[in-house]
């Protein structure tokens, strides 16, 4: 079992429209949570983290998690071609040692 | 220099060579960290180092050998690698190896095993 997942994609949203990650992960016990974007051909940069269930937004990113689902999501609204890139979640386990990405999701913001 | 660097950014080497990544953050982070990037695959944790010592090795082939001579600079040397070792190599740094701190990750070097 994979410790995270996520829909590879491509995930493919028209300009203005909200776009819709998810995430699931397998350690119950896991505290935090980070989204990563990674354009094509660079490093990940860090979107968001958060580590409470419920909604936390900044700008036109909420991250949403809800533990006793083992689910975490990211919301884009009003998305933009910019936006394109690959998508990683990213879980921190419960002893803080590891920290275990998916495999990432594909977004395509059409103009 | 800000943030993290990581030299070279491509590298081409034969299986018999030997060969070394270098990184090095300017953000006075104490933990850093060595990924491995395939295509289609997760990033894989390969070492994390706290305050200069290894913390982590998560059953890297011993063909990888990580070097942390100061809490600024970590190293990658290579040798006798295989094909399937070809990757994108990340480097990045946090303030501590603690559940909410960010990774501030590097360029990268893309290395390629013939």
């Known amino acids: 079992q994979k410790e995270v997942e996520q829909n590879s994609g491509p995930l493919s949203v028209p300009e203005g429209a909200i776009a819709s990650l998810n995430c699931t992960y397998s350690d119950r016990g896991s505290q935090s949570f980070f989204w990563y974007r990674q354009y094509s051909g660079k490093s990940p940069e860090l979107i968001m983290f958060i580590y409470s269930n419920g909604d936390k937004e900044d700008g036109r990113f909420t991250a949403q998690l809800n533990k006793a689902s083992q689910y975490v999501s990211l919301l884009i609204r009003d998305s933009q071609p910019s936006d394109s890139a690959t998508y990683l979640c990213?879980?921190?386990?419960?002893?803080?040692?590891?920290?275990?990405f998916g495999s990432g999701t594909k977004l395509n913001v059409k103009p | 220099e800000t943030g993290v660097t990581q030299t070279p950014r491509h590298l081409v080497m034969g299986m018999t060579n030997k060969k070394s990544l270098k990184c090095e953050q300017h953000?006075?982070?104490?933990?850093m960290y060595w990924y491995k990037q395939s295509a289609k695959k997760p990033l894989e944790l390969m070492f994390v180092y706290s305050l200069e010592e290894r913390v982590e090795n998560n059953s890297v082939p011993s063909r990888f050998s990580p070097e942390c001579p100061n809490s600024s600079h970590l190293f990658l040397h290579l040798h006798t690698l295989q094909p399937e070792d070809s990757a994108l190599y990340l480097c990045a740094s946090s303030q501590d190896r603690d559940s909410y701190n960010e990774q501030f990750f590097g360029p990268g070097t893309r290395l390629t095993v013939l």
């Open positions: 990213a879980v921190n386990d419960r002893n803080f040692n590891k920290f275990y």
């Open positions: 953000l006075g982070h104490n933990a």
